[in-house]
């Protein structure tokens, strides 16, 4: 049997699976001063009458990271910062930074040393300031991490009760800034997170339950609690991940839809082209920083079932109504003072909650504002809302049409995609889905058991994994940006360097994938791997060749345990 | 990406995501790849003029197109962003070893991402787009055909500065910077090769398809590559319209080997073509003082709708295929003080010493931001001088050149004063990379009302191989004699065998022809 729960910022749902069928769900209050309430709470509701035993797996995703920074609540970080040339690093806005002499350059040469008494000079200061915590940020510190590897051991040789994080280990990717922004999130709430996974294994020993505990990523996959530690801000956002994986999981296979889901306040959308949910072309926002985390392409709009609709005057004198973009409470027709487009709905007989008197009231307020006839007032506020979605279900699209190429056959390649079905998540205003659809010329799907979807999709999403091979054949060394390891070609088992095909390459990042699924407890799953992209650049000096450029991006994507796929086979 | 609101705008508007431009766009190839065929034989010669009133096919290809009004540019006082296109083209080389090869802009790649220059707000990225075949025949007459000449990656980087010029003219952007290959100012008009390492000409491409697009008239191309832009220079020789300003390294001393003082435009543009031959060595301090001294008070004078930099980067100290001095910071002050709306790159071959903090350095100028810590790695301030000789050479070229420009209007008047109804001229191009040797015989209306037409007439020699072909040219801002009369040449030149190819470039009417008198064949683009 498996178990999802989403803690979410309103309710927290949870579902239990047997057999690739839902037994039961759950929905209860989120408390959100006590997520781990609210987590034991649905836990306990789906799983009371259930063996402990018979239990294979727990997957949770939660706000705990994007609370903890939404309220301050983080530890402090002192950033060691050794930028080198290009942007003047008094334009970052980062805390707590102290900047060191020193640089690499973009194949990982030394272009400039540390200066070493700078360096004891600095960590003296970070102490003396109170700093518990540094991240070790340098540029192209992931193509060669040396100096950062050094300052490490000053720290540990003058402050060894420092707990240190350091950028190439963070993340290997180009793009020093969000390295910067991931590094300094990762050490900040890796304390609290820490804590917080504590007491979930301690709840779940208390409860018997000895199934493996999976955490949701934004990325839409699981990964073991225990591993989590090591990347706590990869959980932020996991809310909107689990509600698309569940819509994954719960329309046909290799279909092209977009999930919408319709809260109070905000609806949020995602993409699943052709079967595959549209991942963002660079990592999220979080705290007001660009990080480097990967998370599902996903967009919030300002406008959901209880968004205050008004009358107004507009320039031209004529009236017109705007929705949004604030919540003032429930909708009239659930016991509110405004009038919603909940309570249009409801007037059209488009959803069963409410009570339909006071939704008749409330949009007769409006339509005697508006000079026009009940019934047309109802229909425009819904035909506004939904439009609004289609916009922006649209630019959705059309971003991703536009992204950046940087190859002739990615221009050449034909991105167009438009939905063929609009799948509702959620429990809010189911009847808008239909009006969506019809504006996309999609179909409307409102799966069963949609209202807790997001739990669905947390049950059933399997591990992602990413791993990045960069070879310098003239430097003779390769590295894993994700490992943050600089190691010898050497030890390979390549004879002559420079004879080395891409498909060799290939292969090799392959390989060193599943050790590291192996590492992470996902074994199975390294059959799933797939070669996002992979390229190979001549290093020419004068005009001979000395050496190539290897880059191979591999990855796990977001998808299904076979276990829930095994049951459509059915 | 960040879309600018003219396209936000467009999206919803049509609901579909794509506006119709983007439509057209989204046919990609085969759109780029338009083009008409049709066998013409001795009865049924091509009468154009006549034709276009009567076919309705046609009408819609050439006539009701050229004849909408062109949309004009939007008020870009209100504009934030720097549009940027990457366009590095990394499955794409002339040769495996070549210098214009895959990796050329792979360390630039590397430099820009870790900077994160894409993530900053003052920066909108776009993608790239193909470039129509009938933008390519709006400047070029490829021999034989487009297809020969402008293959996909070259039409991707002329379609990204038509993108750019598209941000640009919709006021979605302030300025641009195509950082984009391969490269383009070496080609001109005909194309029978690659010269340079280049075979069509992405800046004049630009200009004309604004021109026609946006109704602008008047533009400057500002060439800061160190290689003369020979392609550029006699693109627009003859158009007043169209300053064309050169400082590269003294054509005595490097490839092409031209873009001396006297060369200054033909009979009735002369002045609006401006060389700056520089003494190899010449660092930072040199080119800083031809830009103060010559090259922003004439474009101050000149006024252009448009500037453009025809930006290379291989006047770096580092370069290996040049012998200049100047630097990353050189070229970021450069781009500040010339302030262009948009900038193409195009040559600079020390791809690890110079490019990514070149281009890094130009990005950040461009958008606005302090550049002042962008440095090669073996850079220190006020490793360069200029020797005192270099300085004396350069004072005299600048002087030479202010007076040229001063006296432009009576140039002119004295040089048209010696022609009749034409002006003629032969020239010699040789295509290094391709080893053609052209010779070319160009012939210019001296027309009272307009710059006039041009005929070129062009014979190119390879191994074992000669063509000739001959190219009738109207400019957009013809007067109606002038088209007629340049009509009529086309007309009539289908009949001689002695050319293998016969075309037409009716700018004014937006109308392309290229006729093979071996098949009479006629493909209109």
Redesign the interface.
């Known amino acids: 049997m498996l178990i999802g729960i989403d803690v979410g910022g309103t309710t927290t749902d949870a579902v239990l699976i047997r057999n690739g069928k839902v037994c039961s769900t759950a929905k209860v209050s989120t408390e959100p001063g006590n997520l781990m309430n609210s987590l034991l709470e649905a836990l306990d509701a789906i799983s009371r009458d259930v063996d402990p035993e018979q239990l294979e797996r727990v997957v949770f995703s939660t706000t705990v990271i994007t609370n903890l920074i939404a309220e301050g609540k983080t530890d402090r970080v002192a950033l060691v910062l050794i ?1 080198g ?7 970052y806005t980062y805390p707590d930074s102290f900047f060191l002499k020193g ?1 690499m ?3 990982g040469r030394e ?2 040393p540390l200066d070493e008494a700078e360096i004891r000079k600095t960590v003296g200061l970070i102490r003396e300031s109170g700093f518990s915590r540094a991240a070790i940020i340098n ?2 510190g992931q193509r060669n991490p040396f100096h950062e590897l050094r300052i490490e051991e000053i720290f540990r040789e003058i402050y060894p009760e420092c707990k240190l994080e350091l950028g190439h280990k963070v993340s290997g990717k ?5 390295r910067i922004a991931t590094a300094m999130l990762t050490s900040a709430t890796r304390g609290h997170y820490i804590e917080f996974v504590e007491k979930i294994k301690k709840s779940l020993e208390e409860r018997n339950i000895r199934a493996p505990v999976y955490i949701l990523k934004a990325d839409g996959g699981t990964l073991p609690v225990e591993k989590s530690i090591e990347f706590p801000v990869e959980t932020i956002f996991s809310g909107p991940a689990a509600s698309t994986i569940g819509a994954l999981a719960l329309t046909p296979e290799g279909q092209t839809s977009v999930v919408v889901d319709i809260g109070g306040t905000t609806t949020d959308l995602a993409l699943i082209l052709s079967g595959k949910p549209l991942m963002a072309s ?1 990592g999220a926002k979080l705290g007001g920083f ?1 990080t480097h985390v990967r998370a599902f392409a996903v967009r919030s709009i300002a406008v959901g079932g209880d968004s205050v609709v008004r009358v107004k005057d507009s320039d031209t004198g004529t009236k017109q109504i705007t929705i949004g973009p604030y919540r003032a409470g429930p909708a009239y027709c659930m016991g509110g003072k405004e009038t919603t487009p909940t309570d249009a709905l409801k007037f059209l007989g488009l959803i069963e909650v409410g009570n339909p008197e006071s939704a008749g009231e409330a949009i007769k307020a409006m339509a005697s504002a508006l000079g026009k006839s009940e019934t047309e007032t109802a229909s425009l506020i819904v035909d506004k809302v939904a439009q609004r979605i ?2 922006a279900v ?2 959705m ?3 991703w ?9 990615e ?2 390649q ?1 991105k ?1 995609a ?1 939905p063929e079905n609009v799948v509702g998540i959620g429990g809010g205003a189911k009847g808008l889905i239909a009006e969506i659809a019809k ?1 996309l010329d999609a179909k409307p799907v409102i799966p069963e058991y949609a209202e807790v979807g997001n739990a669905i999709g947390a049950a059933v999403a399997r591990p992602t994994l990413t791993l990045n091979l960069h070879i310098d054949t003239e430097q003779k060394v390769y590295s894993v940006a994700e490992e943050g390891e600089i190691v010898s070609l050497n030890t390979t088992n390549f004879g002559n360097f420079n004879k080395i095909r891409l498909d060799e390459a290939e292969a090799m990042a392959a390989e060193l994938l599943r050790e590291r699924a192996e590492n992470f407890g996902i074994s199975e799953y390294a059959d799933e791997a797939e070669v996002v992209n992979s ?1 190979v ?4 000096n ?4 000395t050496g190539r ?1 290897f880059d191979v991006n591999m990855q796990i994507p977001a998808g299904l345990i076979p276990e829930w796929k095994r049951r459509e086979n059915v | ?1 960040k ?1 600018g609101l003219g ?2 705008r467009d ?2 508007k049509t ?4 506006g119709e431009g ?1 439509k057209k766009q ?4 085969n759109k780029a790849e338009k083009e008409e065929m049709q066998t013409i034989n001795e009865e049924n010669k091509p009468e154009i003029s006549e034709r276009n009133e009567g076919n309705t096919m046609e009408l819609r290809k050439a006539g009701l197109e050229s004849k909408k009004e062109p949309l004009s540019p939007a008020d870009r006082t209100g504009a934030d962003k720097t549009g940027l ?8 080389a002339i040769s ?2 070549h210098p214009e ?3 050329r802009l ?2 630039t ?3 820009i ?7 900053l707000p003052e920066i909108a ?6 470039a129509e075949y009938r933008d390519i025949a709006r400047v070029h007459f490829c021999v034989p055909d487009i297809k020969a000449q402008a293959t ?2 070259h039409l ?1 980087a002329a379609g990204s500065c038509l993108v750019l010029g598209d941000a640009l003219m919709k006021a979605e952007v302030k300025n641009a910077f195509a950082l984009i290959r391969p490269p383009g100012h070496h080609a001109m008009t005909v194309a029978h090769g690659n010269r340079g390492f280049c075979n069509i000409n992405n800046e004049a491409i630009l200009v004309e398809y604004l021109r026609k697009k946006y109704g602008i008239r008047r533009i400057a191309i500002v060439d800061t590559d160190v290689h003369h832009g020979d392609g550029t220079q006699e693109i627009f020789y003859n158009d007043p319209d169209v300053l064309f300003i050169s400082f590269h390294q003294d054509g005595r001393t490097l490839y092409p080997g031209t873009g001396f003082i006297n060369e200054l435009g033909g009979p009735k543009a002369l002045g609006r073509t401006i060389n700056i031959p520089l003494p190899p060595g010449t660092p930072d301090e040199g080119i800083l003082y031809v830009l103060d001294t010559l090259v922003l008070p004439i474009l101050k004078d000149f006024k252009p709708e448009l500037v453009l930099n025809s930006a290379g980067q291989d006047n770096h100290y580092t370069d ?1 295929l040049a012998n200049m001095r100047f630097s990353a910071q050189g070229y970021a002050k450069l781009n500040e003080k010339l302030a262009p709306d948009m900038a193409v790159l195009e040559g600079g071959y020390a791809i ?1 010493s110079a490019l ?2 070149v281009n ?1 350095g130009i990005i ?1 100028a461009m958008a606005g ?9 073996d850079f220190k301030p006020g490793m360069f001088v200029q020797a005192a000789r270099d300085r004396k050479t350069l004072e005299e070229v600048v002087a030479a050149q202010l007076e040229n420009w001063k006296n432009r209007d009576r140039l002119v008047e004295s040089e048209v004063a010696k022609h009749g109804d034409f002006y003629r001229r032969k020239k010699q191009i040789f295509y290094d990379t391709d080893m053609i040797q052209e010779f070319q015989e160009e012939t210019i209306r001296m027309c009272p009302d307009c710059q006039g037409y041009k005929t070129i007439d062009s014979h190119a020699h390879r191994s074992g191989d000669d063509t000739r072909i001959f190219g009738v040219s109207i400019p957009i801002y013809a007067c109606k004699n002038c088209q007629a009369e340049a009509r009529e040449e086309y007309r009539k030149s289908l009949n001689h065998p002695e050319y293998e190819y016969v075309y037409l470039q009716d700018k004014k009417e937006d109308e392309y022809r290229a006729y093979n008198t071996r098949t009479k064949q006629e493909i209109a683009y």
């Open positions: 930028p040339p290009g942007i003047n690093p008094a334009s640089a350059d973009y194949r272009i400039h540029k192209f180009l793009n020093f800034p969000r660079k660009l289609a916009d649209n630019e699209f059309f971003e049409e536009q992204e950046p190429a940087y190859r002739v056959w221009v050449l034909e167009e438009r504006k390229e650049f001549n290093v020419v004068g005009w001979y060749t450029l | 990406m879309l396209r936000l999206v919803l609901g579909s995501g794509s983007e989204v046919e990609g190839k296109i990457f366009f590095p083209a990394f499955d794409w495996p070893t090869r895959e990796e792979l360390y790649r590397d430099q991402f870790e900077e994160g220059l894409m993530d990225e776009y993608k790239p787009r193909l996909t990656p991707i290996p690890q990514p903090y890094t950040l931001l302090d550049y002042s810590c962008v440095r090669e790695p």
